[in-house]
């Protein structure tokens, strides 16, 4: 990373600072972010959820990791089967709330990690993509000390203090493959990406408010 990239994310100070940084390396408009290799951005198969991402984060949702929905045999010649995921680290209430009722209305699956003094729920991962049918990647389940300080290094103190103990979320689509990608539509009313269609029920302003539990 060079001098002038990591002074820049040392300048964050505020989980929207840190997201329209996040924004901006999905982007490209910035070649580097803590955790990842030098110049080493999004997957071009991946480059479809950019927008998604970038509202997301823009939207007070930092993300952390996500992947496609996909199911064939790649160039090993071994059959893979992929959901749609992402993962994301939320710091405000109103807005964790906003996030896993549309998740659980959407029929998505949920997975809260919660890191806050005050919380404490730590629920199991789901495998989110098979090789041959042996599991391979999942989201969800318990993150170490040690691995927030791989994932978010030389972040100003305090914000990392904020990241490393908040809530994050893993929303993860039950399909396999493309129709799962749904996921990505449900997060782009969430954040305004998309707006309102009377022939999709989920194309509204208005946000669905059913509890979160599930």
């Not at 955790?35 to 991402?53: A, I, M, S």
């Not at 993300?63 to 993962?87: D, I, P």
């Not at 405000?92 to 729920?121: E, Q």
């Not at 041959?132 to 305090?158: C, K, Q």
Request: charged share 25%; aromatic share 10%.
């Amino acid at each position: 990373m060079s001098r002038a990239d990591r002074r820049r994310w040392k300048s964050a100070k505020t989980v929207a600072d840190l997201g329209e940084l996040m924004a901006r390396w999905l982007e490209g408009e910035i070649a580097f972010r803590p955790g990842y290799q030098p110049r080493f951005g999004p997957d071009e198969e991946t480059e479809h959820l950019v927008p998604t991402l970038a509202a997301l984060c823009r939207a007070g949702y930092v993300t952390a990791q996500s992947q496609y929905g996909f199911v064939g045999t790649r160039a090993e010649g071994l059959w893979w089967e992929q959901r749609a995921a992402v993962e994301l680290v939320v710091t405000d209430l109103k807005l964790f709330h906003r996030l896993v009722d549309a998740a659980y209305a959407a029929g998505l699956s949920v997975r809260i990690n919660d890191y806050r003094p005050d919380g404490g729920v730590q629920e199991e991962p789901v495998v989110a993509t098979t090789r041959d049918g042996e599991a391979m990647t999942a989201f969800g389940g318990r993150i170490s000390r040690a691995y927030m300080a791989i994932h978010w290094p030389g972040l100003d103190r305090d914000l990392f203090c904020e990241v490393s103990t908040g809530t994050y979320v893993s929303i993860i689509a039950p399909e396999y493959g493309t129709p799962g990608e749904r996921l990505w539509v449900v997060l782009d009313f969430l954040t305004g990406q998309r707006r309102h269609d009377p022939a999709d029920r989920w194309a509204s302003s208005t946000q669905p408010t059913g509890p979160a539990c599930g």
